[in-house]
C-alpha cells in the first residue's frame, strides 16, 4: 500500500496506473469495479419492508464511492479510478442493469469478489476494499438520518456475510 496523497499526479518514475491492477485479469477486474455500483443500486432499491430511496440515498452512495479516492489503499483507488474513467456502450449499460438489482447474483458477484481478493490482494487491500463496499451500502440505507429498517439491516447482514466481514 502507498501513503500517497490521493488525487495527487504522478511523480517522476512512478506509473500514473498502480502496480495493483495488472495482477487481476479483465474478468476480475471487471468484477471488482463493478461491485460498488451494484452494491450502491441494491441498496438504494425498494424491496419487501424496505423504504422507498430518494435522491439523497443515491448521492449518499455515490460520496461513498468517491469517498474511495481517499482511502490508503492502492486498489480502492485504482478501483474509483476505473469507476470514473469507465466510458460504458449503451448496450452494455441495459444488460448490466437488468442485473444489477438481483440481490441473489449481488451476493454471488461479492462472494466471487472474495475469492479474487484472497488470490491476488495484499490482505489490507482485501480487508479495506471489502468494508469500503460495505459502507457504500451502509450510508444508503442511513441516508437521511434515519436507522435502517429490519429489512436494510437484513440486507446489509447479508452483504456483510457474502464480503467475509461476519
Not at 127 to 151: L, M
Amino acid at each position: 500500500m502507498s501513503h500517497s496523497v490521493a488525487g495527487e499526479p504522478p511523480s517522476a518514475g512512478r506509473r500514473a496506473a498502480p502496480l495493483t491492477t495488472a495482477v487481476y485479469s479483465a474478468a476480475e477486474w471487471d468484477l471488482l469495479t463493478d461491485l460498488p455500483g451494484r452494491v450502491l443500486v441494491a441498496a438504494a432499491s425498494p424491496g419487501p419492508g424496505r423504504p422507498p430511496r430518494g435522491v439523497a440515498a443515491g448521492l449518499a452512495g455515490l460520496d461513498a464511492v468517491a469517498a474511495g479516492r481517499a482511502f490508503d489503499s492502492d486498489l480502492i483507488r485504482a478501483v474509483v479510478a476505473a469507476i470514473y474513467a469507465r466510458h460504458d456502450g449503451a448496450a452494455e449499460r441495459d444488460e448490466r442493469d437488468e442485473r444489477l438489482t438481483d440481490l441473489v447474483d449481488l451476493l454471488a458477484a461479492a462472494r466471487a469478489t472474495v475469492r479474487v481478493l484472497r488470490r491476488r490482494a495484499d490482505p489490507a487491500d482485501s480487508a479495506a476494499y471489502r468494508q469500503w463496499v460495505e459502507s457504500v451500502a451502509a450510508r444508503v440505507c442511513r441516508a437521511g438520518g434515519t436507522p435502517p429498517s429490519p429489512a436494510d439491516r437484513r440486507f446489509l447482514d447479508r452483504l456483510a456475510g457474502a464480503l467475509d466481514l461476519r
